[in-house]
């Protein structure tokens, strides 16, 4: 079964610094995070940044959209997904990359995920997991890098989770914490999936999950949790 570890920061550490961005990788580190959560998308020239929504009013403060925008016309605050990386090794974290393609960009923007990761990742650092909630990367990246794992992304389980999951070929099932049920956590299970539930930020409800059979918890507040489970 694919390996993680029991607390993965959501953006790094997004309860404590802007998301998606290396001084929130470098809090999640701080506040004892192994591993961060992060999103890739493409710019207009081709360039994968680390960056969660399709504009970035939301978290930049700028009306535009990422598919329409050149590397170089970004603010200096959004990493490139090299960048990210480099900070990674840095730190010593493991990452699940979020592959989260602008719309029609879900294979390209998987190819170039994967083929960054095979370029950059440090030999040294944990391999990393690919998640999607767009199962045409999860298949762009199996053809192109079928050595990276996969897990499924899914808002809320259903009963085709697991013909999904094998059409992709995961290795693990990453779902909403606040819509999973227990028995959906045994079939997952059972069936020999490692199981990761988001955006859990309550230590209490993290504890339930955790005895529901979850292995994995990704959080805003990495500390928090941390500090629940030991």
Not at 130 to 158: H, M, Q, Y
Request: proline letters at 6%.
């Amino acid at each position: 079964m694919l390996q993680l570890p029991k607390v993965i920061g959501h953006r790094g550490a997004a309860a404590y610094a802007p998301e998606n961005t290396l001084s929130s990788f470098r809090e999640a580190h701080r506040r004892g995070a192994t591993w961060v959560e992060i999103d890739v998308k493409l710019t207009q020239d081709g360039v994968p940044i680390v960056m969660h929504d399709p504009s970035l009013k939301r978290t930049m403060g700028i009306d535009r959209l990422v598919a329409e925008m050149r590397r170089d016309e970004l603010p200096a605050a959004v990493p490139s997904f090299e960048e990210a990386i480099a900070c990674f090794g840095e730190l010593g974290l493991g990452c699940n990359v979020e592959i989260k393609p602008c719309e029609g960009r879900e294979a390209e923007t998987a190819r170039a995920t994967v083929a960054t990761l095979g370029r950059c990742w440090p030999a040294r650092s944990p391999p990393p997991l690919l998640s999607s909630f767009k199962d045409a990367s999860l298949v762009a990246a199996r053809e192109a890098a079928p050595g990276f794992a996969r897990a499924l992304l899914i808002d809320e389980i259903r009963d085709d989770w697991r013909s999904r999951a094998e059409k992709v070929g995961a290795a693990g099932v990453n779902t909403s914490g606040k819509r999973l049920t227990a028995p959906r956590a045994v079939e997952i299970r059972r069936a020999g999936y490692a199981l990761s539930v988001y955006t859990i930020n309550e230590g209490d409800v993290a504890r339930a999950l955790f005895g529901m059979g979850v292995h994995c918890i990704i959080t805003d507040a990495p500390d928090v949790i941390l500090a629940a489970i030991t």
